[in-house]
């Protein structure tokens, strides 16, 4: 069953203009199946409340009323209206852009996706790696798996764990399917279980010292990721590969192996990685709204065709009624300050709704309302915005488990 942030995943990946087979790829490399994602397309689209009516009847009930609206000389005093300037106090509030962050591609020669990517996604043998799933995917001590099998298992990949073993000797992982990077993060997540699995097995042979050590280079795998996550897939399965070699670490540790001083630090890189991403996807928000405003200003991220038909018609929708743009912005930047600071509350506290209420709900919205001032920033705002405030609980397991090293 998809869970809250996975459904918000989706509803984010299409408000970006993410091709849905995209979209699907990506969670399926993720180990999420087909019923999964068919049902997190079904609940992203029932939470939005608009998915359809935003597509099809919205569209064309709207572009109908504006052919009546022509006969009658509405439409002229629409678009008049829709030219009234904003104020420039409001302007000026929203157009800060303190917050956005430009995606920045690593040199290619540090960059350790390159190295995962040539194991390729089959390397690791479907029964292998539901042995992997089966321990690893909630590691447990109290159900450990088989020895002598996890040995074999070891000997028939040390290739992979010699690739592992470059891979973590780089500086970044990089993989991003919004920038159009060809990756598969289902390749990461083998290897960590299985560099996991190695690390049980040093442990169980009474290596404690190498068993450690090959635990902390799987957390080091997992703050690589998350290190240069642009968005919410790479960042949940970077702190997923985290607390598999956190959990494994308090398993096979001999004492304290953290400072509080260290243990500090870990925690505060978590939650800026946090707020990175929430920044990443905020300025892909005011690229789409700039792009719907002016189609000579691109996105930095891959339009397909479909998704660019989405934004003409979004455009036509937008120069034929009341649009004001930097009143978006600011619903979104207003939205952005409130998850960036629940990221910096202390784990266990209330979180504050970061979805405004802006008084529009497209569903309950007739026909006759459709050219009310701002329509199709208040339809944007609403059926592309989700919280994404369960992120905090699984950042938060993390913080956890680093406090109890």
Not at 149 to 164: D, G, H, P
Not at 194 to 213: H, R, T, Y
């Amino acid at each position: 069953m998809p869970t809250p942030e996975i459904i918000n995943y989706v509803r984010q990946q299409i408000a970006s203009g993410i091709p849905r087979d995209q979209i699907s790829a990506s969670l399926k490399q993720n180990g999420w199946n087909d019923l999964d994602i068919a049902e997190a397309f079904k609940a992203s689209a029932i939470s939005a409340n608009t998915a359809e009516k935003s597509s099809l009847k919205y569209r064309a009930a709207i572009v109908a009323a504006l052919v009546l609206a022509v006969g009658i000389g509405v439409l002229f005093f629409l678009q008049k209206r829709g030219n009234n300037p904003v104020p420039q106090s409001q302007i000026q509030e929203s157009a800060k852009d303190d917050f956005k962050i430009n995606y920045a591609a690593v040199p290619a020669d540090e960059n350790s996706a390159n190295i995962f990517e040539a194991i390729g996604i089959n390397a690791i043998s479907n029964d292998d790696k539901d042995l992997l799933n089966k321990y690893f995917n909630n590691f447990s001590s109290a159900n450990p798996p088989p020895l002598v099998e996890s040995k074999e298992i070891l000997l028939k990949y040390k290739n992979i764990l010699t690739a592992f073993e470059t891979g973590v000797g780089k500086k970044y992982y990089q993989c991003s399917l919004v920038m159009g990077d060809k990756c598969s993060l289902s390749i990461l997540r083998d290897v960590a279980k299985l560099a996991i699995l190695n690390s049980f097995v040093l442990f169980k042979e009474g290596k404690s010292d190498d068993a450690q050590n090959y635990a902390s280079k799987v957390v080091k795998l997992g703050q690589m990721t998350s290190g240069q996550a642009g968005d919410f897939i790479n960042l949940l399965t970077a702190w997923a590969t985290q607390k598999l070699a956190y959990n494994m670490l308090d398993l096979v540790k001999s004492g304290s192996i953290l400072s509080d001083v260290e243990k500090n630090i870990l925690i505060n890189n978590l939650r800026e990685e946090h707020k990175k991403v929430f920044r990443f996807i905020y300025t892909m928000r005011i690229e789409t709204i700039d792009y719907i405003t002016d189609a000579n200003k691109k996105p930095s991220g891959v339009i397909d065709i479909d998704t660019e038909d989405i934004f003409n018609q979004y455009r036509t929708m937008a120069n034929n009624v009341t649009w004001k743009p930097d009143e978006v912005k600011k619903w979104f930047y207003d939205s952005l300050k409130i998850e960036l600071s629940n990221v910096d509350l202390i784990c266990g506290s209330e979180l504050k709704e970061s979805q405004l209420d802006i008084g529009f709900n497209p569903t309950d919205t007739p026909l006759k309302e459709n050219f009310a001032p701002n329509f199709v920033g208040k339809m944007l705002y609403t059926t592309t915005y989700a919280s994404l405030n369960t992120t905090n609980q699984k950042r938060c397991e993390i913080e956890n488990l680093i406090t109890a090293l």
